[in-house]
């Protein structure tokens, strides 16, 4: 490929309108990559602290116990951490009144472990709607870059006494490299977002059961006879 029909020769000879969509595009598809390294980083410690939590809490220890350490000792990525502290937290609360109704202190912790699960939903979607709007509009940005260039090298011709191939080349061509980059930017946002989406139901749909599974030993502690519940702090 000769100097004069380079790609770089051609983003630089294009016209402003085609360079701005290639900067747009360079610009979404950056940014996309930023988010999905950190969607990465962010479902990779949920899906290692399931892990670590479900061993302490399946262990066998006490409920107080592993309250007051993870109260102590609090890891940020795990959700089941949360949930359990909001849960347990509320359930000791209202367990310190001597007259309270066993249904009405269930309903009050499930309450606070939905709050929590639809907080962890949120961190967890984040950024997962910018990869879709980049995967959907990121090609018909670049259609768009394409059409003006392939319209302004056909205008061109009106000003060409004898029409010729290497006239309209150089427009057709900027016009292809939009197309390009618009592909460039779409495909890994399609792929990212394909893949995170499946990641975070199946990290919720754990979070879920936890939440259920916890939610029976609640019930049993509740409705036992003469049960006592050390207050969380």
Known sequence: MSESMSIWSLIANATLVVQFVMLIL?????????????????????????????????????????????????????????????????????????NSDPDAVMEGAERAMRVVLLREQEKLDENLPFLATVGSTSPYVGLFGTVWGIMNSFLSLANEQQASLAAVAPGIAEALIATAMGLVAAIPAVIAYNRYSSLVDSVLHRYETFSDEFSGILHRKAHAPEATETAAN
């Open 26 to 98: 360079l610009g979404l598809s950056f940014t996309s990559w930023y988010f999905i390294w950190r969607r990465q980083t962010v479902l990779s410690a949920a899906k290692r602290s399931i892990a670590e939590f479900e061993e302490r809490f399946w262990s066998g220890i006490d409920l107080s116990r592993l309250y007051v350490q993870i109260n102590s000792a609090a890891n940020p990525n795990s959700g089941q951490e949360n949930l359990f502290r909001a849960g347990f937290k509320e359930f000791a609360r209202l367990r310190k009144n001597p």
